[in-house]
Structure formats: structure tokens, C-alpha cells
């Protein structure tokens, strides 16, 4: 098979991880960061073109208000200790989600990353936040009114907000859910889920997967 040009992430157990070594919730989420950047630059090394992670989705409004806090300033933080890094590796910054209704320090994080690295065409990082599939579904019907196109299955997935399949879709963490994560786009995804926390994911866990991947066959339906 193709290597894969597109990898979806849900980075799921950075709470369990945090509990698990003594520490508190942000520490989790702060490694969590590190996870993702050590990821993204093996992504990068071995030929993957497109890297998307589910950040913060739609729901997690519903967690406990000091943890919707650390998670908005978890933008902030990347922004501010990982950006120059992320530009280093020459890694493009996308956003995709309702990212109206975030903080206006987010906002601002977020566009100073978008401008950054818009120059960048080789790689792209797509952060989720403040995403859900079902928003997609509505979001991808509205933007079809508003230029006043009909939805077909073949303009579907291009007017999502992703804008294109994924490859491979993977969760961390144990749970084996997509958890309203690029619903559109994984259609006919390589699904793999795996017990390692987030931040104990290595580039070699990637590896293991990617080589796994390699040895399945796509039908497509056929």
C-alpha cells in the first residue's frame, strides 16, 4: 500500500497519564505538547504530508471550568514555547473548528501561528479545536448555501472543513471511539487504536502503526 498522506490523531490520555505519575491535570496536558511536537517532526521526517489533531472538541466545554481554562491556555503556552520550533521544522499551522466562540487570546494565538507559518507548503499541522463532526456536517451545509452549491458525494468531503480524506485514523489512550472526530473524512479510514497514553506515544508507536498499515489492503467498497 501507499504510504499514507494524511494521519488523524485523537490524543486522548493526558488526565490518566497526569494522575498516573502524581501530577496535576495541566501537567498532562503541558505533555501532551511535547508528545504532539516530538510527532509531528518524525510525521514530517518520514513523508507524511498532513498531520490532524483533535485538540478540543465540541464537548469538552462540559469538563470542570478550571480544566476548559487550562485547555484554552494550552493554545497560548504552544503558541508561545513551541512556535519558533514548529517554524524551525518548516511546519504549517492550520486550524479547523468553531473558533469564533474561543477566547479573544486564543484567537489571537491562533492567527499568529496561521501567519507564521503560511508560507510553509511541504508539511501541515491541523489543530481541531472547538470541533465536532455533526458541527462539520451543519458547517459544510451551511458554506454550500452560502456560495450556493448542492452538496454531491463528489463535493462532500472537499467543502468539509479538513477538506480532504484521511488515510490513517488514530487513537491513543485505550478507548476505541471516534468520539465526533472528522466524521466526513474517515469514511474509508485505517482505523488503529492503542493503550498508550498520549504523552507516552512515541515516534516508534507511529512507526509500528504506519508499518501496519503498509501490510492492509484498501477496498474502498470494492
Request: with cysteine.
Amino acid at each position: 500500500m501507499a504510504k499514507p498522506k494524511s494521519v488523524a490523531i485523537v490524543m486522548d490520555g493526558n488526565r490518566r497519564w497526569a494522575k498516573k505519575n502524581n501530577l496535576p491535570v495541566s501537567q498532562g496536558h503541558r505533555a501532551g505538547i511535547e508528545s504532539l511536537t516530538r510527532i509531528v517532526k518524525h510525521a514530517k521526517n518520514i513523508g507524511v504530508k498532513h498531520l490532524v489533531v483533535y485538540a478540543f472538541s465540541t464537548e469538552n466545554w462540559n469538563r470542570k471550568q478550571f480544566e476548559v481554562n487550562a485547555l484554552m491556555n494550552l493554545i497560548n503556552f504552544g503558541a508561545d514555547t513551541k512556535l519558533d520550533e514548529l517554524i524551525g521544522n518548516e511546519v504549517k499551522l492550520n486550524f479547523i473548528g468553531d473558533l469564533d466562540e474561543l477566547p479573544a487570546s486564543s484567537i489571537k494565538a491562533i492567527n499568529k501561528c496561521k501567519e507564521s507559518t503560511k508560507q510553509f507548503e511541504g508539511f501541515t499541522l491541523t489543530v481541531a479545536v472547538n470541533y465536532g463532526g455533526i458541527w462539520d456536517f451543519i458547517n459544510t451545509l451551511t458554506k454550500a448555501k452560502k456560495i450556493a452549491t448542492s452538496l454531491t458525494e463528489e463535493n462532500l468531503i472537499s467543502l468539509t472543513s479538513f477538506g480532504d480524506e484521511i488515510d490513517i485514523f488514530i487513537r491513543t489512550g485505550g478507548e476505541k471511539r471516534l468520539s465526533n472526530f472528522l466524521l466526513p473524512n474517515i469514511a474509508y479510514s485505517e482505523l488503529f487504536f492503542t493503550e498508550k497514553l498520549w504523552p507516552d506515544f512515541s515516534e516508534v508507536d507511529l512507526d509500528h502503526i504506519l508499518a501496519e498499515y503498509k501490510l492492509r489492503k484498501r477496498r474502498f467498497g470494492e
